[in-house]
């Protein structure tokens, strides 16, 4: 059956533990509708589109000749740099995602502390124009078997008529710590990418979560406190000294 129609809403929470239980009373509506798929998280410090940074990002000419021309040159210019090979154009997409590349690949997370945790890693932003403190975001998709792509596969990342849910082979330790799993996005002939939210296919499908940016700070020493944090999502010493700053430094420090 398909998802229970839950509206894309706020739903503030201040808490580990009463985020924990917004989702399981969600859990709860969907196997008691029939629906035992996964759902997918994705945290932002602020209430974003969610479209993929290459749709962020202002090109140097035709956006898809663009995305062509760096995934080319990704490729040819990687193999010093690893000993994991791509072995088609997903895998390629899936590293060149990892370490930072502008792709049409948006990331999520099977884990929900993993999602929480991305929203309040960093202190919360200002608004620029009224210097208000910015609050966060973690979103649920619902997902649906359909939505997700089988390998082998003939389907191409450029090609494929619709969003799709890519889950990735493991690339890097990250993707594993962080049970890593991607939306791709469809663009249009002009390079226009839509957001996830105004999709026809998946905008009853998500639930926005809001994560007040006044409990930023205390919701990180909670998920510090049962051991999520920089080492464990990122497990390499850029993780461990980032976590060494949190717990050694006071707040506001970037």
Same mark, same amino acid.
């Given at each position: 059956m398909p998802p229970t129609s839950l509206p894309a809403t706020d739903l +503030?929470?201040?808490?580990?533990?009463?985020?924990?239980?917004?989702?399981?009373?969600?859990k709860e509506a969907e196997v008691n509708a029939g629906n035992k798929s996964d759902f997918?998280?994705?945290?932002?410090?602020?209430?974003e589109p969610l479209i993929p940074r290459?749709?962020?990002l202002k090109p140097k000419g035709?956006?898809?000749?663009?995305?062509?021309?760096?995934?080319?040159?990704?490729?040819?210019?990687?193999?010093?740099?690893?000993?994991?090979?791509?072995?088609?154009?997903?895998?390629?997409l899936a590293l060149a995602q990892h370490h930072g590349l502008p792709t049409r690949l948006l990331d999520w997370s099977y884990s929900a502390v993993a999602?929480?945790?991305?929203?309040?890693?960093?202190? +919360?932003?200002?608004?620029?124009?009224?210097?208000?403190?910015?609050?966060?975001?973690?979103?649920?998709?619902?997902?649906? +078997?359909?939505?997700?792509?089988t390998f082998p596969t003939n389907e191409s990342p450029d090609?494929?008529?619709?969003?799709?849910?890519?889950?990735p082979r493991a690339v890097s330790q990250r993707i594993l710590a962080q049970t890593g799993v991607f939306t791709c996005?469809?663009?249009?002939a002009e390079g226009r990418f839509d957001s996830l939210e105004s999709n026809e296919a998946y905008k009853n499908r998500l639930v926005r979560i809001g994560i007040p940016a006044s409990s930023f700070h205390d919701i990180r020493d909670q998920l510090d406190a049962s051991g999520v944090s920089s080492v464990s999502l990122f497990p390499d010493l850029d993780g461990l000294a980032a976590h060494l700053q949190f717990?050694?430094?006071?707040k506001g420090v970037s």
């Open positions: +503030p929470v201040i808490s580990v533990s009463l985020f924990f239980a917004r989702i399981e009373k969600m997918l998280f994705r945290g932002q410090s602020t209430d290459i749709a962020r035709e956006l898809l000749k663009i995305e062509l021309l760096m995934l080319d040159e990704f490729k040819r210019l990687i193999p010093p740099f690893t000993e994991f090979e791509p072995k088609d154009k997903w895998d390629l999602a929480l945790w991305f929203c309040v890693e960093k202190p +919360p932003k200002k608004d620029e124009s009224s210097g208000k403190l910015l609050d966060g975001v973690v979103w649920l998709l619902k997902t649906l +078997p359909a939505d997700f792509i090609s494929q008529g619709k969003i799709r849910i890519y889950r996005h469809e663009s249009t717990r050694y430094f006071h």
